[in-house]
């Protein structure tokens, strides 16, 4: 067997189209151990191989053919909620989600699912959510379901799953989830612009934070233009359907032409297209154009909060006090932790409070809250009892999957608490004025 320390040769079969992890990759791993108490799972279960270190391990273990991936290996990949803290504290600059991203997508191949889950993951990654017609007739479904009680006999029948499916918020009316105008010109004679993503999950369930973000970018004189293009391609890249992934990235460069910024209030979404070219081979030409592209791409807060001058943005009182926390593709997969607390900082009449160990995980991890409740729900309690012990009456965060794990934790535990997008404070603070009319180039 080759040293652990060799670099790999060309003639080495079990590093060729086996390889799960680029071989460098998994070298950058010094086993320093300041990673295991920042994971979630490891925290949950004290087992090494349920540490980023562990996974890794595992992980070089299957590319140099020392370990065959079964059943427990892919167990252990589909364990991790790729909430990326482990790269905040890593000394070595490990690129875990991007490796971890990679392994999903090999592991495929490798330890396949059985029929049931590749139908379900086949539907869902690439004809649901690419689709805004089918996700606009999954939210009038859904919602008929609430409206007729359905959700509850699903919560009794379905198990863990079903009482997932149950937590779900009230899906607006279809009047309330009209797609954003392709653009609003910004109040006053400024003559900059902003690109904005849509998404798929928000206009379905989170119409308000997409309305919100538009009026506060005009409020601030940014006319919004809003492409209309569906699904961003995180959740499949995440779950490793690269392949799905890049063709929706091709969607991405070809509607978001042009040099504006782009401005995303979904850090999932936002982690991802500020990474797209790694959906590509350096040498392709689309590497680069990828590249351009993430370079343009801006959190929300990133934005507003030097746009905001002076301002202070008074809120309504009985929010107070409120806390914020840190979704983990902001502060981990972005690096962006200053800007939306100073936003916050602008807030008039409202107390803002500390959430104790802000940036670790809240258990939504994209569609992960559905498929493994009862991890989910674990990883969830200790935030539970941090947002109890700072007596605040609503949670602020900064991303859909971050909102509904809140929403639902809360609503379980019987807190009356809300839970709000920063977008809809700065909106609100930005003053109660109408909003500028909407262009005629107005969408379904």
């Known amino acids: 067997m080759r040293p652990h320390d060799a670099p790999p040769t060309a003639g080495d079969a079990p590093l060729s189209e086996s390889t799960l992890v680029d071989y460098a990759k998994s070298l950058d791993c010094i086993h320093c151990g300041l990673c295991l108490q920042t994971c979630p799972t ?3 279960t004290g087992v090494e191989t349920s540490s980023p270190r562990g996974r890794i391990h595992l992980m070089r273990a299957v590319g140099e053919a020392r370990v065959t991936p079964d059943g427990a290996y892919a167990e252990e ?3 991790c909620l790729l909430c990326r803290h482990c790269e905040s504290v890593c000394p070595a600059g490990v690129r875990f ?8 997508a090999r592991r495929e191949g490798a330890v396949p699912r059985g029929p049931i889950a590749r139908l379900l993951r086949h539907v869902s990654f690439r004809v649901l959510l690419p689709s805004r017609r089918l996700l606009r007739l999954t939210g009038t479904l859904l919602r008929l379901a609430q409206t007729l009680g359905l959700d509850r006999l699903v919560a009794k029948l379905g198990g863990a ?4 499916l149950a937590d779900l918020p009230r899906v607006p009316p279809a009047r309330e989830r009209r797609l954003l105008a392709r653009e609003t010109p910004g109040v006053g004679s400024g003559n900059e612009r902003a690109q904005v993503l849509e998404g798929c999950v928000q206009p379905e369930l989170f119409p308000h934070v997409n309305r919100a973000t538009v009026d506060a970018l ?5 006319t919004a233009d809003v492409p209309h293009v569906t699904c961003c391609g995180s959740l499949q890249a995440h779950n490793g359907d690269l392949d799905a992934a890049r063709a929706l990235a091709l969607r991405l460069l070809d509607a978001f032409a042009g040099s504006q910024p ?4 979904s850090a999932g979404c936002g982690a991802h297209m500020r990474e797209l070219q790694n959906l590509f081979a350096p040498e392709d030409p689309l590497h680069a154009r990828a590249r351009a592209f993430a ?5 929300f807060a990133e934005f507003v909060e030097p746009r905001l001058g002076e301002r202070r943005l008074p809120v309504a009182p009985e929010r107070s006090p409120l806390t914020w926390d840190d979704p983990c593709h902001l502060c981990h997969g972005q690096g962006v932790r200053a800007e939306p607390r100073a936003v916050l900082a602008r807030l008039d009449g409202v107390e803002t409070v500390a959430l104790r160990d802000s940036e670790s995980c809240c258990g939504s991890a994209g569609i992960y809250s559905l498929l493994r409740p009862a991890d989910s729900q674990a990883v969830f309690a200790p935030k539970l009892e941090a947002f109890r012990a700072t007596g605040a009456r609503t949670l602020v965060t900064e991303n859909p999957g971050c909102q509904l794990q809140w929403e639902s934790g809360l ?10 997008h920063l977008a809809e404070l700065v909106a609100e603070g930005l003053g109660s004025e109408p909003a500028p009319p909407a262009s005629t180039k107005a969408g379904p």
């Open 262 to 265: 782009i401005v995303v209030n």
């Open 77 to 79: 990949l589909d364990f």
């Open 97 to 104: 989600g991007e490796m971890m991203e990679v392994a999903r």
């Open 42 to 44: 490891y925290r949950l």
């Open 218 to 222: 005009t409020r601030l004189g940014v």
């Open 295 to 299: 370079e343009r791409v801006v959190d």
């Open 411 to 420: 609503r379980r535990a019987g807190e009356p608490a809300r839970v709000v």
């Open 161 to 164: 799953r079903g009482r997932g």
